[in-house]
Each structure stands twice: as C-alpha cells, then as structure tokens.
C-alpha cells in the first residue's frame, strides 16, 4: 500500500509498506487493544475495508495521484509510518486481515467509514458504540451490520496478491 503521509493534496511524503503492516499501525492508532475482541474485530473489518476500497476504487489514481490511501484521517484512516503496534491488535490483524466487509451479491468491499462515537459522529460505524455492542453480547458481524446494514456480510479474500494498477 503506498500511503501519502499527509492530506491528499499537502506537499508530503509517500511511502509504500505491505498491507498487513499498514492495518496494524492504523488500528494501533485508531482503537484500543483492551476493548473486547468482537469490538476489535468490527473495527479491523471496516479499517480493511476502507482501504480496500480504495485500493480496488483506484480512488486516488484516478484522480491523478501517485498513492493509494492517505494518512489523513479526515479523508481515509489515521496511520503512523513504523510505529509500535499493540499485542493484542498484531495478533488479531496477523489472522483477519484477509477479511472484510461486502454487500450482499457484491465482491467490492465497502466504504467502511467509521469514527470514534464521542468527538465526531458519522453515517458509518461508531468506535466506541462498538463497545458498547461487544459488551452486550454482540459477535463482531452484529456489530459490522447493526452499522452498516443487514445485507453486509463479512467475506474472507480467496486470493490474496498485489493487484497492479489499471488506471488510466
């Protein structure tokens, strides 16, 4: 995945690490490795969801850019080149990061937004909200569709490799 490291159009730097690395370090800085597994899990789906997305969307491409996500949070995911990733949160990407979210009848992954339920709200799934699910009993797919619908289901990649870009 290569990761502008910045805001899409600030003057940053792009580099390119491989996709487990760059979900690890997201939902290192994203969610915290004491929430209950089902809540951890619901929120890695939507983490590889949203970049997935972009990924198979070639959103950035498209647009003329020379990266796949940025480290915005404003516009993608919150990601923080090489740093320290939790235990808990290594190990949980290390066997789901092959998982996402779909439609039902639909391979691409969706737009997964999501944010923290407590400073900002959204359309998408709450963070914190998802917590609150696990607390209650809720398995990680309740969560995913108690936001994002009941046709979402949560699919496992058959293949997983580097898809060269098509775009233009």
């Known amino acids: 995945v290569t990761v502008h490291l910045g805001s899409p159009g600030s ?10 690395d760059y979900i690890k370090s997201v939902a290192s800085s994203e969610i ?3 929430w209950p597994r089902e809540a951890l899990l619901a929120n890695i789906n939507a983490e590889v969801s949203l970049v997935l997305n972009r990924l198979y969307t070639e959103w950035y491409t498209s647009q003329g ?6 480290a915005s949070p ?8 090489q740093r ?24 691409e992954p969706i737009f997964a937004q999501f944010c923290d339920g407590k400073q900002s709200a959204c ?17 990680s797919l309740d969560i995913v569709q108690y936001y994002y619908g009941m ?9 997983v490799q580097v898809i060269p870009n098509s775009y233009p």
Do not use: C, M
């Open 123 to 139: 359309s998408g799934l709450s963070q914190w909200g998802s917590v609150d699910l696990a607390n209650n009993g809720y398995q």
């Open 84 to 107: 320290e990733v939790f235990n808990t949160i290594d190990t949980l990407v290390d066997e789901y990061f092959d998982n996402y979210i779909a439609r039902k009848g639909f391979i």
């Open 151 to 159: 046709d979402t289901e949560i699919r496992v990649a058959p293949i």
């Open 11 to 20: 003057d940053a730097v792009n580099v390119t690490v491989p996709f487990v």
């Open 32 to 34: 915290y490795p004491t």
């Open 65 to 70: 850019y020379d990266f796949d996500v940025s």
């Open 74 to 81: 404003a516009f993608d995911q919150y990601y923080v080149h």
